[in-house]
């Protein structure tokens, strides 16, 4: 079995300003990871992922995330953040063994402050 | 391609009546999972069907919830004799033969 734990529930940062959202999991096989935006009143959009190859996973709206497999981490990044980067971010396992199901964090909520 | 439809979009219903959710899932996609979030919670596995074939419905409460996925027509998720404990959000997500799943907008379930 899989778990996932994203150590801050609230981060509060002001616009421009370097950002970093934490996620560790903890699983008996190996996995893939994942982390999703959720705007407010809306689903969940894949921001970026890690299956295979580069430890080091980047997205098209400047976030990069970093897979440490001896510290089982994947931290979410982004250098400078906008108004707009305000949102819900979960991240979430799964193992590789074909089709099976997320296992989410609680999620963290990024507010971007002018 | 549209992405994943959910609806309705908001569904109110009072303690004791039927809930009923729709998922289709994306063109080209065969694997849909229902997902729920609680306040404050991420979301939590419910149930993951492929056409007419439930394959891991570990996280569905055993009693009043039930799930398909047909040949033709989209998924349903049936909550019957709804508690107010019921209330959340809950996603369907789909995807291709390889594991990335994709979202819907979500259905948003009140109990009164």
């Known amino acids: 079995a899989q778990s996932v734990t994203q150590l801050d529930s609230q981060v509060p940062v002001f616009e421009e300003a370097p950002v970093e959202l934490r996620c560790n999991y903890s699983?008996?096989?190996?996995?893939?990871l994942f982390w999703y935006v959720q705007y407010p009143n809306q689903g969940l959009q894949l921001l970026l992922k890690?299956?295979?190859?580069?430890?080091l996973v980047e997205s098209i709206n400047g976030f990069e995330a970093e897979f440490n497999k001896s510290q089982t981490s994947f931290h979410l990044r982004k250098p400078s953040v906008h108004i707009s980067d305000t949102a819900e971010y979960f991240c979430?396992?799964?193992?590789?063994?074909?089709?099976?199901?997320?296992?989410f964090g609680k999620g963290t909520r990024l507010s971007v402050i002018a | 391609n549209a992405g994943v439809m959910q609806n309705p979009r908001h569904l109110v219903r009072r303690r004791g009546q039927e809930a009923r959710l729709r998922c289709s899932p994306m063109k080209g996609h065969s694997h849909v999972y229902w997902y729920r979030q609680l306040p404050e919670e991420g979301l939590k596995f419910m149930v993951y069907?492929?056409?007419?074939?439930?394959?891991?419905e570990s996280g569905m409460p055993k009693e009043r919830f039930s799930a398909e996925f047909p040949k033709e027509g989209p998924s349903i998720l049936r909550i019957q004799q709804v508690v107010r404990g019921d209330s959340a959000a809950y996603f369907c997500a789909s995807s291709p033969d390889y594991n990335e799943q994709y979202f819907g907008p979500g259905t948003r379930l009140t109990v009164t």
């Open positions: 699983s008996s096989v190996s996995v893939y």
């Open positions: 890690y299956l295979s190859g580069s430890t």
């Open positions: 979430a396992v799964s193992d590789r063994q074909g089709n099976t199901p997320l296992v």
């Open positions: 069907l492929q056409k007419e074939n439930i394959i891991d």
